[in-house]
């Protein structure tokens, strides 16, 4: 059964074993028997890289329930593997993401940086559901200058769905850090597929004779979605939503 619970829990990790590199994670501490059961009762598990590295450095037991594979084995060809054919492209570019935030957070060599998003991924029976990563970047001189990423992945199908669209947040704002809730998971985009894929054949320089012919409809209709676009983002103008969308990741 599902527990809220507050999310310093990692914080209190990061601090017990980051000194180490994350090394020797005890299964007696009583942080990790709190962090494994309280993903036990969530249907989450959370993983810990070294991003100078490309390396995890601890994977919690959840991982094995969720999505079948062992902890000690964990590479990041699994999270593709398991993910739905038609979120492969966002995932793709949010993988792109972690290298230029990782960027971002070591030329400043302080402070932290979130990105949250959802996915679908299937359970070991093959079954989607879907999927939230709330991926924590924070830079650390200790045991040596690096990026260090915690993923908090959870099984969020108990929540209720955005009509359109999915979630997504990139930026410093760790109240987005939290137990997953309703109001989290309306945070991001609202366009539908069709939506999103006009934008990035706009961003591509197509017109929208162009994108009719592409798509097999009317300019009519791709008109339609333009103006729908604007409307749902309140921008004047798609440049500066294609900005925007740029600067998330998201195209």
């Known amino acids: 059964m599902a527990v809220k619970y507050s999310y310093s829990i990692f914080f209190d990790f990061i601090e017990s074993y980051l000194p180490s590199g994350f090394l020797n994670i005890g299964t007696e501490d009583p942080i990790i028997q709190k962090l494994n059961q309280l993903m036990d009762e969530n249907d989450q598990f959370i993983t810990v890289a070294d991003l100078a590295k490309i390396k995890f450095l601890y994977v919690s037991e959840g991982i094995r329930p969720m999505i079948g594979v062992e902890p000690s084995q964990l590479n990041p060809s699994h999270f593709v593997e ?17 290298f230029v935030v990782e960027k971002e957070v070591l030329e400043t060599k302080k402070g932290s940086m979130l990105v949250s998003f959802t996915i679908r991924a299937h359970n070991t029976e093959g079954i989607y559901f879907n999927c939230l990563c709330q991926a924590y970047f924070f830079f650390s001189q200790i045991p040596h200058d690096a990026v260090y990423l915690l993923q908090v992945i959870s099984n969020v199908d108990r929540f209720e769905k ?13 109240s987005y850090f939290r137990y997953p809730d309703n109001e989290l998971l309306k945070i991001g985009p ?56 740029n600067e998330q990741g998201l195209l």
Do not use: W
Request: proline fraction near 1%; aromatic fraction near 6%; charge should be positive.
């Open 162 to 174: 955005k009509k359109h669209g999915f979630h997504h947040y990139k930026g410093k704002d760790l």
């Open 190 to 245: 609202a366009f539908s597929t069709r939506e999103l894929e006009i934008i990035k054949l706009i961003e591509s320089g197509m017109n929208s004779k162009q994108i009719a012919d592409k798509l097999f409809i009317s300019v009519h209709t791709v008109n339609t979605h333009r103006r729908n676009i604007l409307q749902q983002c309140g921008k004047d103008n798609i440049s500066n939503l294609i900005y925007e969308l």
């Open 82 to 98: 398991v993910t739905h054919p038609d979120d492969l492209s966002r995932f793709g570019l949010l993988r792109a993401q972690t």
